[in-house]
């Protein structure tokens, strides 16, 4: 006879040959005995190795004699692995499974650098300063004569080359006299400084009084009136003249309205129509508003402000350093002028490669509007460097150039139009943050998961697994504490259990070299880990929030950077301590009886003999079913195969300990002959640990069952 058992997914073929030589078997009945660790760890079926009872078990193939015996441990049913299994010290089993990505904060949940929009500057064009100039005029005296009256003119050329006494002198509208021309201008409109206007008297008298007019060649207009009295002979006088709102042309003219001498008596003098009155003009610091000119290099707008960097969505966020990996600076400049000029913005404390970083954009005579993008990438901005607040503040200077062309140019900007620079930061990416966080709450909502444990899914019945407990490991390397409030629920086809571990706060990392491990151990003491592990869940979810700084800013800054991450993960860890009362394992097997031997048998009676090692009560129900799985060919209930040992106050069984059980399964003609029909057997367990469930066992690696199967034949003859 040969017998012949495969696992539950595959067939199982009893075949009964003529007598031969005894050859290995695997029994039926010795797969039975094995239920309650097969069934009920589906997930672990390759584990179980029956090919390690091949050197127990011998058939004999004699009528009314032992058909097989063997012994059976433990550790010949569930092997060791590195992943699912573990044998302990003590010779105990546990199961460990791992849902490793339980949770996983992204960085942008941690802390999000938004845009920071319309960074505004509104201002004002200074006027341009030209470049300085020297113009002179000389008058000579006898220029002067020819506008006096006819009888002192005639004095003055009698008296010409002799050394005599100087005629008095008081006359009016003495004539204009051109200065030197002003080779940067054409023209221009004083907006502000002034020029100095010196008169030396190269006549051999004083000059009481002298009324000047000084204006444009071009159409007369008057750029200034002034005085002069007292000048002594071979002296100088200087009159400083502020002028603003006035036009200044190229060519510039001197009138004398008024010309006052007293005489030189009564001393003579000599006299000499050569001699002269000398007009110098020398310009201070002229700056013009619009014109035609020769225009230098020039700083016509500077101004510094202090930006705040905003967090709209996080009111305590205080950021006091940013390594900015890469962003956009984008400007938007309004001008509304035709002139060149550079614009210069820097960032005094933002640096890049160690240097200040600044950015330029010449205008090149846009006339209105010019937009673009700066690379605002790799730089590391200092936020401290306001003392009034030393956070979330960085400083930007604007400056902006006239560049000359070395040529003259027309230029205006008198006008009182719209001048804006607005800046831009868009696409943020940080490689490093520093500062206070916040306390930024991140909802947590995992997805369904498994945990493959088909030991819990199988179960029916009332069962505790004493010991099973859970860590949550955790890992980051965020400079930022963190709190977790979770929940861990468990979903049955129609039930549903919260397991609510204590409040998780979490230290930050010490430097960014640092990473934090943890391990949060959740069982009896701190959670209703058995109220939860009896519901048996099949599906798995957690919800909940983190929370950074959960206790608020801290002596030590909080700092994330790009490779930080934040991960937990769950083991299940399930010790084979179990405490059971009608525990009901149910599965199918497919089997066919290939041969017609049974129908010259008038009956069987096969008997099991144990002597069990177990902590545990065993009985089996089998029902026979054809090929349609709907007619019951046959049932055989209540079998009872191992009666459980006694085990001490630890749940352990003592050494050598058995309990002796005999079942006898009698099979009448009428199923013997149906047999050829049957295609599956449904095989129900039910077990029961020691001491009537009240409190758990052990099962340990060393506990044994031996066991003999006989039969009792009596043939059809």
Known sequence: RQMCIRDRYKKLVLMIDTPKAAKPAKSLLIFLIGLFLILSSGCIKDQFDFSNLSTEIRLNPSFGTPLAYGSLNLSDIIRQDDSLIFYNDDHSIHFIVREDSLISLELNEILEIPDQNSILNNFNLQALLIYDFTINSIVPLYSLVQYMDESLADLLDSLNGQYTYFPA????????????????IDY???????????????????????????????????????????????????????????????????????????GSAPEQVQINLEDCLEFTIVSDSIKVSR?????????????????????????????????????????????????????????????????????????????????????????????T??????????????????????????????????????????????????????????????????????ILDKLSGISVFDGAHINLFLEHNLGVPTGLFVTLDGFTANSQVALEPPDIFIPGALSVEDTVFDTIFLDDSNSNITDFTSVRPTLYSVTGQALSNPQGPGNEPNFIHKNSFFTAGLEFVVPMNLQALDIVLVDTLEIEFNSDVF?????????????????????????????????????????????AVDVDENGIVKPGQTTYSLTQLNIPTEVLSELNRVDRIIVSAVFTTSEQAHSPVKLLTTYSLDFKIKSNLRLNI
């Open 169 to 184: 002198i008081n006359a009016d509208n003495l004539g204009e006299y051109s200065f030197d021309l002003i080779e940067d």
């Open 188 to 262: 221009v409109e004083f907006a502000e400084g002034g020029v100095y206007i010196t008169l030396t008297n190269g006549l051999p008298v004083a000059l009481e009084l002298l009324d000047l007019e000084i204006k444009n060649d071009f159409d007369d207009s008057l750029i200034t009136l002034l005085s002069f009295s007292e000048v002594a002979p071979d002296s100088s006088k200087t009159e400083y003249v502020a002028l603003s709102d006035v036009l200044l042309y190229s060519l510039v003219e001197v009138r004398v309205i008024n010309l006052v001498v007293a």
């Open 291 to 383: 014109g035609r000119a020769i225009i230098p290099n020039q700083v016509i707008y500077s101004d510094n402000k202090i930006i705040p960097f905003k967090f709209p969505d996080y009111d305590d966020v205080e950021i006091t350093l940013l390594h900015i990996r890469s962003a956009f600076l984008n400007y938007f400049l309004t001008i509304n002028t035709n002139e060149t000029f550079e614009v210069c913005v820097r960032f005094p404390a933002t640096t890049r490669n160690d240097s200040i970083l600044d950015f330029s954009l010449n205008t090149i005579g846009s006339g209105g509007t010019m937009q673009g993008t700066w690379d605002f990438g790799n730089t590391i901005t200092d936020f």
């Open 385 to 454: 460097t306001d003392s009034l607040q030393q956070f979330n503040n960085f400083p930007i200077e604007y400056t902006i150039n006239f560049i000359s062309t070395g040529e003259k140019i027309d230029f205006d900007i008198s006008e009182h139009v719209e001048r804006v620079i607005d800046l831009s930061f868009t696409d943020i990416v940080f490689e490093y943050a520093q500062g206070y966080f916040g306390q930024n709450t991140i909802a947590i909502n995992h997805e369904m998961f498994e945990l493959e444990l088909e």
């Open 599 to 643: 129908s010259n048998l008038d009956s069987l009676v096969i008997y099991f003999e144990a002597w069990n090692g177990f902590p545990l009560d065993a009985s089996v129900d089998l029902t026979f079913y054809d090929e349609s799985g709907k007619n019951n060919i046959h049932a055989f209930n209540n079998l009872a195969l191992l009666s």
